[in-house]
């Protein structure tokens, strides 16, 4: 057999040894965030979620920054524009008469008022609007790994498969 020959032979063999260096960044961080993710459940808050949050767009920016095409259905394309549009609505500013009609609002206007002594109208459907913003932030991170998994080749995600696997498994065993 010759040289030539064998060394294609390794490459269908192991094609992960294939991928171009966006490719491996982008299933590396896969992994990392696989392997990294069931430790932030322990603490520290802030920090993990801001971890996630950063891990999240930087596979957004991985997956969108390829030469290939991340090919997406106009039904996915639809459901991904909703996701992030939909807690834009939670901010803005709704007038009075329609923020009053809300019945959520009622006990947060009623608390107001204990407080400040006259009921203050909510301006907007986001009673705490900073954790509305943390839970949009967030959401990053799903998104991100949607894509990058769909920019990854079938082959280019078996090491992410992989490592989701033996994490699970060792989380049933412990």
């Known amino acids: 057999m010759s040289s030539a020959s064998h060394r294609s032979s390794q490459h269908r063999a ?4 294939e991928l171009a260096p966006r490719d491996r960044v982008t299933q590396l961080l896969l992994v990392i965030l696989i392997l990294s993710a069931p430790l932030f459940q322990g603490g520290l808050e802030p920090f993990a979620s801001l971890l996630l949050q ?3 767009l930087i596979l957004i920016g991985l997956a969108l ?11 996915e394309v639809i459901f991904l524009v909703l996701l992030i549009a939909i807690p834009f609505i939670y901010w803005i500013p709704w007038p009075a008469w ?4 809300i019945p959520v609002h009622e006990p947060y206007a009623s608390a107001m ?3 400040n002594g006259e009921a203050v109208p909510p301006r907007t459907l986001s009673i ?3 954790a509305s913003e943390r839970a949009w932030l967030m959401l990053a991170l799903p998104i991100g790994v949607y894509l990058a998994m769909r920019s990854l080749k ?3 995600t078996e090491l992410v498969v992989h490592a989701l696997l033996a994490i699970a498994l060792t989380q049933v065993a412990i």
């Open 154 to 156: 079938e082959h280019e």
């Open 14 to 17: 192991h094609p992960g040894r």
């Open 128 to 130: 705490l609007a900073g």
């Open 113 to 115: 008022a204990l407080v």
């Open 54 to 56: 950063w891990q999240g």
């Open 98 to 101: 329609a923020a009053a009609m």
């Open 65 to 75: 920054w390829h030469p290939r095409v991340v090919e997406l259905s106009a039904g």
